[in-house]
């Protein structure tokens, strides 16, 4: 299978319009920043999937080659959308899609619920394509074209704000990709809250995970912008500095989804050093692992 990394920043993006924070200043001056957490998968080269679409995603599709559209007028490479929630930086960039014949969506119920709810995003997608929903049954594996196979694995319920009165528990997922071709696994978990078993399940027998990087401190908001701020961990987001230790060995980490105030989102930051220590990668935009 291959796997590429369409985006690799938190909701907002780095920079971020509306902040002058220093990760977000540094990324103005230099012209280097990172596009919303979305990656693309196939198994054969062919098929491809999208896990999230992030409000970045026209400019991410455009600058995949793989992702060209062709030969024929309206041929696409892309069969479907997974989501591993129903956060806006995940989901917004659907919209985009509308011009595609048919899309196909796969989501788990409580997600779906507010995608046809607060959120309308099938609803209005309908008057312009054909959506076609797939549930994700947490647990049960899901057969993709171009031969991968695709579980999800609940890891919390952390609901998106505009949805905060949805019902439902499986509102954030990982999702577990095996290859049978190649035997290749690859877990994805952008937002995790904790290092659950059901977390240790998605890395067990893996190749490589990605997992959340959004932020490294647990007091990043208040360090890095010297504004008061919530912890890392009371925002669903375990910060990276209480998941390196408990990396395992066998298995390649790459963090990803990192907020603009994440000091290991900037190019040459000291702090890479204990990443690279522990054996893991901090994802770029763009990066292609194969598996
Ligand atoms: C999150 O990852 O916690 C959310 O995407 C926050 C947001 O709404 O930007
Ligand atoms: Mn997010
Ligand atoms: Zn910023």
């Not at 999937?49 to 024929?72: F, I, K, M």
């Not at 078993?197 to 208040?222: K, Q, R």
């Not at 230790?245 to 603009?260: A, E, I, M, Q, V």
């Amino acid at each position: 299978m291959r796997v590429r990394f369409l985006g690799t920043a938190a909701g907002g993006g780095l920079p971020q319009w509306n902040c002058a924070c220093t990760g977000c200043t540094l990324a103005r001056r230099t012209g280097v920043g990172r596009t919303q957490d979305c990656l693309a998968i196939t198994g054969d080269g062919s098929a491809w999937y999208l896990v999230n679409a992030s409000p970045d995603l026209r400019t991410q599709l455009v600058h995949a080659p793989e992702l060209a559209p062709g030969p024929g007028l309206r041929d696409t490479p892309l069969r479907g959308v997974l989501f591993t929630s129903a956060e806006l930086d995940h989901t917004l960039g659907v919209l985009t899609l509308r011009e595609a014949a048919s899309l196909d969506i796969y989501a788990t119920a409580p997600v779906r619920s507010a995608l046809e709810g607060p959120f309308p995003a099938g609803p209005i997608l309908s008057g312009y394509t054909t959506v076609k929903w797939h549930e994700v049954v947490p647990g049960q594996p899901v057969a993709l074209d171009g031969g991968l196979t695709v579980t999800g694995v609940t890891l919390g319920a952390k609901r998106p704000r505009y949805a905060a009165g949805l019902p439902g528990e499986d509102w954030v997922v990982a999702y577990r990709f095996v290859d049978p071709a190649t035997g290749g696994v690859f877990g994805y978990a952008p937002c995790l809250a904790q290092w659950s078993d059901a977390f240790a399940s998605v890395i067990e027998g893996a190749d490589a995970v990605v997992l959340d990087g959004t932020f490294m401190y647990d007091d990043e908001m208040t360090r890095e912008t010297g504004l008061p701020g919530r912890p890392a961990s009371s925002m669903g987001h375990l910060p990276i500095e209480q998941t390196l230790g408990k990396l395992p060995s066998g298995t390649l980490f790459l963090y990803t989804h990192l907020n603009n105030t994440n000091p290991v989102a900037r190019p040459g930051a000291p702090e890479l050093s204990r990443v690279t220590e522990a054996g893991a990668q901090i994802a770029a935009d763009g990066q292609v692992l194969e598996l």
